[in-house]
């Protein structure tokens, strides 16, 4: 058993993970952004009461660039206090068991190449979008995060006048229609025309991105997750029309596209991020 952790800028979720299902959950608000100690306090304290379990080891999922070798995040998004935090040892100390610590999006994509949609599959992009635009990457069954932990970030990538993240986020609802996500989806759902078309553009800009991916990593699969995903019947049709135009029609014909099912699978990826050596690990100091 190992206890999975997906933290995010507005809450943090834990879990037991056995046999790739979680059979102990909690979430939390998260307090007080602006104070470092508050914030890991409240991390530590939603930790705790599975330290009660015979785990393994805690592997954690940060929206941020990470040093995975020394487990020190940067820059959490909408987190202001956590500009350099050394999360590995700071856990370590605290639990005395192994700590793991990644970009959240790979664990996500993990998640579903270990226990999701994407079981099976050797090559896989997990693309999530929501606030932002990102992505992780398996390469021959392993999470590939290049050297600085920034592999797969697709939506910094220029498009248009802006980035790919401009277009195929909340931003696009938002930012450029005045509108929320959720209120688009809500009123696509109703019928309303404008929302449909709005959700119709959006699935064009991702399709695009989605090209890009295909470009340069040529996956068997592409998993959609993130909150605007919960929307994929009324942008898939948009997305797959953007597609039509791949250079490679045989690479199309054979890609399989997933929309991600399971609500926890960023919290399995992150229990998974246990090394197949555990029992040689040893506690850095």
Sequence with gaps: MNIGVDLGGTKIKAGIELNGSVIKQDTILLKQKDSLTSTLQQLIDLIKPFMAYSVNSIGIGVPSVVDIEKGIVYNVTNIPSWQEVALRDILQDEFNIPVFVNNDVNCFTLGEH?????????????????TGLGSGIIIEDELYTGINCGAGEIGLLPYLDKN??????????????GITALEANIAA?????KSIMLWKEFGAHLGTALKAVMYV???????????????????????YAALSDFSFPESLK??????????????????????????????KD
């Excluded at 270990?114 to 929501?130: E, L, Y």
């Design 164 to 177: 790919f993240e401009y277009y195929a986020s909340n931003n696009f609802f938002e930012a450029i229609h």
């Design 217 to 239: 990593y040529d996956p068997e699969a592409i998993v959609l997750g993130g909150s605007l995903a919960k929307a994929y019947p009324f942008f898939k049709d948009g997305m």
């Design 189 to 193: 759902a109703a019928g309303d025309k």
């Design 254 to 283: 054979r890609l399989k596209i997933f929309q991600s099912t399971d609500d926890n699978i960023a919290l399995l990826g992150a229990a998974a991020l246990i090394p197949q050596g555990l029992k040689n690990y040893v506690l």
């Design 114 to 130: 270990r226990f999701g949609v994407a079981k099976g599959f050797s090559s896989v992009v997990g693309v999530t979008t929501g």
